[in-house]
């Protein structure tokens, strides 16, 4: 297995209409989504092996959503169902294109009681990369799942991913996420973060510097995706910033996810991943990513937007 996802299934409540808050939208459409679950489905349609542990509710979206990441080719031996909590929902509204607001229904929600004792022990040993995202730190036994998560992925040479994709309202305050996400750094050789997450974590708003303090906190990868402006990267090897694709932006929505994935495809040529770490491969992953992104945004939703590699191939050739 190329990459295990663990974290977040859950459904999107995407709105009827853009340019209003979450209280004046006037309807939803569910739509599979989850952080983590879209890194994997993007991960498949990029023709890389890819699987996901995670809970969702013993309920009709949460076998729903079991079926489309498996349609998509996704593994999913490591989903479980609890019968005594229901999947997560996520009503999503957006004020404009660019910018989202996220209210999460959970109660507790099926994701976070996801606990040690059911992970796929064997995939993640037998992964070359393990990601997850900050959300699975917020509370406890999907928190202890991770730390387990992290232990046997490194014990078995494998590399270990984060993005943060800081959602304030499921946090008491925003220092205790930094806190959170700042213990368990030292075990994560990948980080990718917007710039609002690296003023959060660095406690500035300077890149250059702001990249350097988290790296030096134990990632031997630091990415930060800049919107329009593209995004930065950071290795032992030096630093560099890489263009963004002009588009029109119809849903931004999952667009962080779909970048990750082409990144985390790029690293998993070849045995070891650390021969990627180079300025001008990184350059190049980014570009790719930056593809990934900018294809994902001219499409409404997360999952249906995810461009297979022969059409991120095609907008390269030609932008």
């Known amino acids: 297995m190329d990459v295990v996802c663990l974290g977040e299934l859950l459904v999107d409540m ?14 939803f459409q569910p739509k599979p989504g989850g952080a983590p679950a879209n890194v994997a489905v993007s991960l498949a349609r990029l023709g890389v092996s890819s699987a996901f542990i995670g809970k969702v509710g013993d309920d009709a979206f949460g076998h729903h959503l079991a079926e489309v990441l498996a349609q998509e080719g996704v593994g999913i031996t490591g989903i479980r169902f609890d019968k005594d909590a229901r999947t997560t929902l996520a009503f999503i509204a957006m004020p404009d294109a660019d910018h989202a607001e996220f209210l999460f229904y959970r ?9 040690a004792s059911e992970l796929d022990h064997q995939m993640l ?7 997850f995202g900050s959300l699975s730190l917020v509370e406890n036994p999907i928190k202890s799942a991770v730390t387990k998560a992290i232990e046997i992925v490194r014990a078995a040479g494998g590399m270990v991913s984060l993005d943060v994709n800081y959602r ?3 946090w008491d305050s925003p ?16 980080l990718k973060v917007n710039e609002d997450e690296l003023m959060l974590l660095s406690g ?36 560099d910033f890489s263009a963004a694709f002009p588009v ?23 045995e070891d991943w650390r021969t990627q770490l180079s300025r001008a491969n990184m350059k ?8 990934m992104g900018a294809l994902t945004a001219q499409k409404l939703g997360v999952i249906p937007a995810l461009p297979t590699h022969k059409e991120v191939q095609e907008f390269l050739a030609v932008n």
């Open 248 to 270: 029109k932006t119809v849903d931004a929505t999952g667009c962080g996810d779909a970048f990750i994935a082409g990144v985390l495809a790029k690293l998993t040529r070849g």
């Open 204 to 239: 500035g708003s300077d890149i250059e510097s702001g990249a350097k303090t988290l790296m030096d906190s134990g990632p031997e990868m630091v990415i930060v995706t800049l919107g329009a402006n593209g995004s930065y990267f950071r290795i032992a090897d030096g630093a």
């Open 14 to 27: 995407f709105p009827a209409e853009q340019g209003r808050r979450l209280g004046q939208v006037s309807a």
């Open 168 to 170: 304030p309202t499921l």
């Open 175 to 190: 220092s205790s996420a930094s806190k959170e996400v700042m213990a368990i750094m030292p075990s994560v050789n990948l």
């Open 125 to 131: 040993v037998d992964s070359k990369i393990f990601h």
């Open 284 to 291: 190049a992953n980014l570009r790719f990513a930056s593809a």
């Open 107 to 115: 109660n507790p929600g099926a994701d976070t009681r996801l606990r």
